[in-house]
Structures are given as structure tokens and as C-alpha cells.
């Protein structure tokens, strides 16, 4: 599986953006997907993620309420809609895909990854 995320780009605080993730290779309508950031000089964290179906997701609680992970299996595509950004959202943005149905928060449990998208958020 080839995962490309795009969508980042700079923006102010209190403002909204919307993260794709487009999947090629093999269809991930059996996958569980997830999103996951890293901010300068921090460790690689857990943003998001849904089951297969979307029928369960699961946030962190930085971004709880703020942001709204949704998939398009049928185009193949995962997707982060950020809400009220803040700067401490400033991060480089992941997506990845876990090869079984249900989502977990680790990211050792997601082997396939996109290569990132850089969202600034400026104050």
C-alpha cells in the first residue's frame, strides 16, 4: 500500500483545514487507518484514527472535539478535518495504514505510511 497525504499549508489559529490521504496499490476498505503528527523536536504522536467501516474512531485528546477523521472507501482515501487550529498543532502530518479492520493508537501497529504534509499554524 502507497499512502500520499497532501492538504497541509499554513494557516492562522482558529482556523480550519482539511488533510487527504490517497491510497494506491491495493484497496484499504478492510484497513483501519489513522493519522499521526510530529512536531519539531517531539515525538511522532497519535491523532486519529477508524476502523475498516468507519464505524469506530478514535482521537487523542489534544484534538478531541477539534478534529473529525472520515474515510471514502470507494475512493480510496482517508481524510483529517482540523477545526479551531491552534499553534501548538504545528506539526508534520501522517497518515498510515494498520492491515487489520480495527484501529489502534500505536503507531508500531501501522506498517504502510505516507510520506507527511507540513501544517503551520501561526498565532
Known amino acids: 500500500v502507497q499512502l500520499q497525504a497532501f492538504g497541509g499549508g499554513l494557516v492562522q489559529a482558529g482556523n480550519s483545514l482539511r488533510l487527504s490521504c490517497a491510497a494506491s496499490?491495493?484497496?484499504?476498505?478492510?484497513?483501519?487507518m489513522g493519522w499521526f503528527r510530529q512536531a519539531p523536536g517531539k515525538e511522532r504522536e497519535f491523532v486519529a484514527a477508524i476502523d475498516w467501516n468507519a464505524g469506530r474512531t478514535g482521537y487523542a485528546d489534544s484534538v478531541k472535539g477539534r478534529f473529525t477523521i472520515s474515510r471514502d472507501n470507494a475512493k480510496n482515501s482517508v481524510y483529517l478535518q482540523m477545526n479551531s487550529l491552534k499553534p501548538e498543532d504545528t506539526a508534520v502530518y501522517y497518515c498510515?495504514?494498520?492491515?487489520?479492520?480495527?484501529?489502534?493508537?500505536?503507531?508500531?501497529?501501522?506498517?504502510?505510511w505516507g510520506q507527511g504534509t507540513l501544517v503551520t499554524v501561526s498565532s
Open positions: 498510515a495504514c494498520r492491515r487489520f479492520a480495527a484501529f489502534r493508537n500505536d503507531e508500531g501497529e501501522y506498517p504502510y
Open positions: 496499490g491495493r484497496a484499504i476498505n478492510n484497513y483501519a
